[in-house]
């Protein structure tokens, strides 16, 4: 058994909390809102953001951040994408040297074009940083549907070991060296996301869909190649795996959003409807940004950024990638 501090009671760190637990680990939910840990303490439920998945008496439910980090032999760390750096910041204090800490939330910094694990190191130095990740929506984990996900480490043992505190009968980890590719896939796939679902909101069908889907990780392998990443672990899942789940399921916050945009509904009205963060409105820029920066070609992604911020509507968006110059699908191919 190991002591498990789960950081940030969202959905995600709800469900993982619950799977943790029921692998005979010793768990600690923190969360930064007070209203949030006494509603947990009382309900044993987050009622509006995983209802339905109860949360044992035996896991500690607190809001005290350097009581969650006194003892942990890792640390998961499960707050959305754009409060990563501020959660680091303030966990760096009370953190242990070589503690291990796993990050599971998807993102890019659009400041920095920093990937969450390098965001990590750089605010607590003294750390083991992992990320885990893969098509997991928390509403299935929570109630132990079956899925598969990937964890990486910068040592072979630290996934390893994490590899075996995640794993469970409805749980499969695999291992990868690849922490680049796997925070990529992640973080880039939010945006696609939006895309497919934007798609779906003007009432495109399910060969629109998979277009987007075979063209969207064509764009993420692209970049993620340039900028060192393996070109296997986009056609994982990291990648593709977490890609195709994000773009089709009805849990998907950015396909929500992308689909209530597709409506009519402007980028803050979408992510007001939601109600929750969506996690690719902030990767978007950050996507463009990169793709400017290392030079590689992502239409999806620059329309999705002309929609979300320059008023552009999705319909003439559809429209411009349809009709862009001809192309060759696979450029590396000789002709006989």
């Known amino acids: 058994m190991s002591a498990i501090s789960v950081l940030g009671a969202g959905s995600w760190g709800t469900a993982l909390s619950v799977l943790l637990r029921d692998n ?31 949360l044992a008496e035996d896991i500690e439910i607190t809001g005290d951040l350097e009581k969650s980090l006194a003892s942990p032999d890792v640390a998961v760390l499960a707050v959305p994408s754009p409060f990563t750096r501020k959660t680091s910041h303030q966990m760096a204090p009370f953190v242990r040297d070589g503690q291990v800490i796993v990050n599971v939330a998807k993102g890019i910094e659009e400041e920095t074009l920093m990937p969450l694990c390098d965001i990590i190191a750089q605010e607590i130095p003294n750390a083991k940083v992992a990320v885990l990740s893969g098509p997991s929506h928390a509403e299935e984990v929570g109630r132990k549907l079956p899925t598969t996900c990937v964890v990486s480490a910068g ?11 995640f794993m469970s009968p409805v749980f499969r980890v695999y291992t990868t060296p690849d922490m680049l590719g796997v925070e990529l896939g992640g973080s880039l ?15 495109y069908g399910d060969n629109t869909k998979a277009a987007l889907i075979t063209r969207g990780i064509a764009e993420i392998t692209r970049l993620g190649v340039k900028m060192g990443a393996s070109q296997q672990t986009f056609y994982g899942l990291s990648g593709m795996g977490d ?3 994000t773009c089709a399921s009805v849990h998907s916050r950015n396909r929500k959003a992308g689909f209530l ?3 009519g509904y402007s980028m803050d009205e979408a992510m007001k409807e939601v109600k929750m963060v969506v996690e690719g409105v902030y990767s978007a820029k950050a996507a463009k940004k990169l793709a400017e920066k290392y030079d590689v070609e ?16 999705a319909g003439d968006a559809v429209r411009d990638l ?10 590396m191919l000789p002709w006989d």
């Open 189 to 203: 796939k939010n945006v696609i996301a939006l895309a497919a679902g934007t798609a779906d909101g003007l009432g």
């Open 24 to 54: 005979g680990h010793q768990v600690t939910l923190w969360s930064a809102l007070p209203d949030e840990v006494e509603m947990l303490r009382k309900e044993r439920e987050h009622a509006q953001k995983l209802p339905g998945v109860h």
């Open 322 to 331: 349809m009709i862009r110059d001809k192309k060759v699908e696979a450029p």
């Open 155 to 165: 040592a072979r043992r630290t996934a390893e070991m994490l590899q075996g505190i």
């Open 298 to 313: 992502m239409p999806i992604v620059n329309e999705v950024n002309k929609v979300l911020f320059e008023g552009k509507s």
């Open 243 to 245: 890609l195709i789940v």
């Open 261 to 263: 945009i597709g409506q």
